[in-house]
């Protein structure tokens, strides 16, 4: 256990419903990333937050999709009108920035299954 | 062309062999190799982290990296039936002295078998 939490560990979804997901980071933790990992392949950026700004997010992050991180703690992954593609697990990470390497602990993930 | 390439195996092993486990990668602003173990349905697990090039052990593991060569190696020594995993190699450009955004390869999946 890395101290990264996700919830719901598993979702089942009918296509065109929205979804959101939870992550709750290593409490000291200042940066929090969110990946998206189908079956088969590594795990691709989505976003990632430094306290509660949002500084880069990827192209794969679709209007459908957003982030947020109300004063800088846990986070919030919403995705409206999902479809069989948005079908994945879906990672959150936590690290520490600013204090020698920076390592990113990942949470159990998010499986995602929108039939 | 992704920019990190992994071969995904399956690599099969008898326990007690050493196993060899490479990616490749294009952009030549990665410095930061990281390599992770994932078990089935389970969130990544950090297992070694190299900054430029050179080599780093940690008991069983050693990690390698050759910027020349655009190419880093995961050597697993005597290997347990416990490593039988996914393993993936992850790298970064870097950014103000951290690092952000993680680029993935697909992950080698390794058994080890008793």
């Known amino acids: 256990d890395t101290g990264v939490s996700q919830d719901p560990r598993h979702k089942i979804t009918k296509r065109g419903q929205n979804v959101t997901f939870r992550c709750d980071p290593i409490?000291?933790?200042?940066?929090l990333y969110w990946y998206r990992q189908t079956l088969g392949q590594g795990p691709e950026f989505l976003t990632y937050f430094q306290n509660e700004a949002q500084l880069e997010k990827s192209r794969l992050l679709s209007d459908r999709f957003s982030a947020e991180r109300p004063k800088g703690s846990f986070s919030t992954l919403e995705i409206q009108r999902t479809e069989q593609g948005d079908s994945a697990m879906y990672l959150c990470a936590s690290s520490l920035a600013g204090a020698g390497p920076e390592t990113q602990y990942f949470g159990p993930g998010t499986r995602l299954l929108v039939l | 062309q992704k920019e990190v390439e992994q071969d995904p195996g399956p690599l099969s092993v008898p326990e007690g062999a050493i196993v060899s486990l490479n990616c490749t990668y294009s952009?030549?602003?990665?410095?930061?190799f990281m390599w992770y173990r994932q078990y089935s349905r389970k969130g990544p697990e950090l297992l070694m982290y190299?900054?430029?090039?050179g080599n780093k052990e940690d008991g069983r593991f050693t990690a390698q990296v050759d910027k020349s060569s655009k190419y880093i190696s995961l050597f697993i020594r005597d290997s347990q039936p416990s490593d039988s995993a996914t393993y993936l190699c992850?790298?970064?450009?870097?950014?103000?002295?951290?690092?952000?955004?993680?680029?993935f390869g697909a992950g080698t999946r390794l058994a080890v078998h008793p």
């Open positions: 190299t900054y430029s090039s």
């Open positions: 952009n030549s602003a990665f410095q930061y």
């Open positions: 992850a790298m970064s450009a870097g950014f103000s002295g951290g690092y952000n955004k993680l680029i």
């Open positions: 409490s000291e933790h200042n940066r």
